[in-house]
């Protein structure tokens, strides 16, 4: 059955992230400074390639949920968080754009405890009502509010170029890999520059991508290169189309969002 995307809650309720009873504001995920705002098709990621169950919602500028209350949206995500973020997305496209020879693996200045918390924080504003993520859902708020605590045990920050227009927002989807049994729920924000994958396995299985868990011992000002591979760039839809060997499961909340801007690669190899 078709799925219409909703991104605008009540102008009053509980914030996705912290809970609080109380107005909500607006969040652009991803953040305005990242993407620049242009009107988008939204459309549920298991209508891309099927016309007829496409159901097309227009958002006239950039992809906006009013879930978030204006301290987690707007002192936390835009005042502190938010501005590590937009960096580091800067300097990769910077490295991506680049006219001179690079080696295939750079490093990326940056601060990997406020970057993790910027990714979530836009993740988790995904989907009107949604603060209730689970067993998990005090330690993520407070993963968030707090940006000295640890990464939550078990959950991976992976992250990989990603030189195309076209843009995916996916919350609470499931993976199953055949070959070794791995399961995993996962969170997936995609945008020019860059991939980024909240990854929560229950079992031990990883993907071969560059992980911001890596550098979690830094503290919240530290810092920190980080890698980052420009070479090979993995398919565009990673993590959204399944391999041979995979199955994929997709929850309501789960979007792509299309510019009418030619879809494909920006940069061309």
């Not at 609470?172 to 399961?183: F, V």
């Amino acid at each position: 059955m078709p799925l219409p995307m909703v991104t605008r809650g009540a102008k009053s309720g509980r914030c996705n992230i912290c809970g609080m009873d109380g107005p909500l504001t607006e969040d652009h995920t991803p953040p305005k400074g990242c993407v620049r705002p242009t009107a988008m098709e939204l459309q549920h990621v298991t209508h891309r390639l099927d016309a007829e169950k496409a159901i097309k919602t227009k958002a006239q500028d950039g992809v906006k949920y009013r879930t978030l209350c204006a301290r987690c949206n707007n002192t936390l995500l835009g005042g502190r968080y938010d501005p590590v973020l937009i960096d580091f997305t800067s300097r990769v496209s910077s490295l991506l754009a680049s006219d001179l020879m690079l080696p295939t693996t750079m490093t990326v200045p940056t601060k990997p405890a406020l970057l993790m918390r910027s990714i979530w924080g836009h993740l988790a504003a995904v989907g009107v009502d949604r603060y209730l993520k689970g067993p998990r859902t005090i330690e993520w708020r407070d993963f968030f509010l707090d940006a000295t605590l640890p990464v939550p045990a078990g959950v991976n920050f992976y992250y990989w170029t990603y030189p195309y227009r076209r843009q995916a927002l996916i919350r609470d989807a499931g993976a199953l890999e055949i070959t070794n049994g791995g399961k995993a729920v996962y969170w997936l924000m995609k945008f020019y520059p860059m991939a980024l994958a909240v990854w929560m396995p229950e079992n031990t299985w990883s993907l071969g991508y560059r992980d911001l868990v890596t550098y979690r011992a830094s503290t919240p000002d530290d810092v920190v290169d980080v890698m980052v591979d420009l070479e090979p760039v993995p398919h565009e839809l990673t993590l959204e189309a399944p391999t041979t060997t995979q199955a994929i499961m997709f929850g309501r909340d789960s979007v792509v969002a299309n510019s009418r801007a030619p879809r494909g690669r920006i940069l061309k190899t």
